[in-house]
């Protein structure tokens, strides 16, 4: 992008002045509700049509960063979003390229493609005792604000996928988030993981609440888009689709994007760990995840 696009890029994704991009917040307390697949499908979307973004995974069982190309084993050694979250690293020693995987080379050797426009800020199994650290220290429970006010880059988007609880780091991130930014709850299309976005509602009810008259945390995390994934194909007739659909179309017509239809192969993103819209272009989801972008207005650029 040249300098003036990239200037009026940006300001609209500085709302308010600030000098942080939008968060994009895939929060929902139920397991495997798609939320990774959602996460990394939009990101590298977006990524892909000009977009620059930053991945950020809060899972400690890291799917989004071994989708984004790091596994445990790639990650000996580096900073992880744990050292965000103690103290004891900056986002510079953080922060990495996403990449996906070529697979290996004649000798052997893994070899990836970096996705141009998108960065990570890889997970770490640590993060299952996050809850329990903040607790023990409260003043991290700021690590998030630091991360922002210290925040100086030309990303668009800030996206954060969650692991499936509501605890005290979701909280830490959650109530930094205003009307501007968006939670996006990814759930399949089963009417048990629609029937979950009440909690979900109840649980940002208490963060605006507790923090409504703090002048320095946001806290207005709102919920104003739904993507609803696994939703029937002229192959794929399950009922309960059909009546999550329905379920969903009632009760949040206003947040419902366009749907992600139902594909037995996205589950190969996980297998052969590279990202939906790479690895499956063609796919009815890397279809529809490409219209999800475009309906949050992320055209090509």
């Known amino acids: 992008m040249g300098t003036a696009k990239t200037t009026s890029v940006l300001e609209r994704f500085r709302p308010r002045g600030r000098n942080w991009p939008l968060i994009f917040a895939y929060i929902i307390a139920c397991g495997g509700a798609t939320k990774t697949t959602t996460g990394t499908s939009l990101a590298v979307t977006m990524a892909l ?32 979003v744990f050292d965000l979250i103690t103290g004891n690293a900056t986002f510079e020693e953080v922060v990495v390229p996403a990449r996906y995987s070529l697979g290996e080379d004649e000798d052997g ?21 996050a809850d329990t650290y903040i607790a023990l220290d409260p003043d991290r429970n700021d690590w998030f604000m630091e991360f922002l006010h210290g925040y100086d880059g030309d990303d668009c988007v800030l996206h954060a996928d969650f692991p499936a609880s509501y605890g ?18 990814s759930v399949r299309a089963d009417p048990k993981d629609v029937g979950m976005i009440p909690d979900l509602l109840k649980e940002l009810g208490n963060i605006r609440e507790k923090n409504k008259n703090k002048r320095s945390i946001p806290g207005r995390p709102t919920f104003d888009h739904l993507v609803l994934t696994g939703t029937p194909t002229p ?27 139902y594909s037995a192969d996205a589950k190969k993103m996980y297998e052969d760990l590279v990202p939906l819209p790479i690895l499956l272009p063609n796919s009815y989801p890397a279809e529809d995840y490409r219209k999800v972008a475009t309906a949050m207005g992320f055209e090509q650029l």
């Open 168 to 185: 005290k780091m979701v909280y830490s991130v959650a109530r930094m988030l205003d009307e501007d930014d968006s939670v996006i709850p």
């Open 49 to 80: 049509r000009g977009y620059p973004g930053i991945f950020m995974d809060l899972d400690a069982n890291l799917s989004a960063t071994r989708v984004l190309g790091y596994s445990v084993e790639h990650l000996k050694g580096r900073k992880t």
């Open 235 to 261: 192959s794929y007739v399950e009922a309960a689709a059909r009546r999550a659909v329905t379920k969903a179309e009632g009760l949040y017509p206003q947040q419902l994007l366009p749907k992600v239809r």
């Open 109 to 129: 050797v893994e070899q990836f493609a970096e996705i141009p426009n998108l960065r990570l800020i890889p997970g770490s199994p640590d993060l299952a005792g």
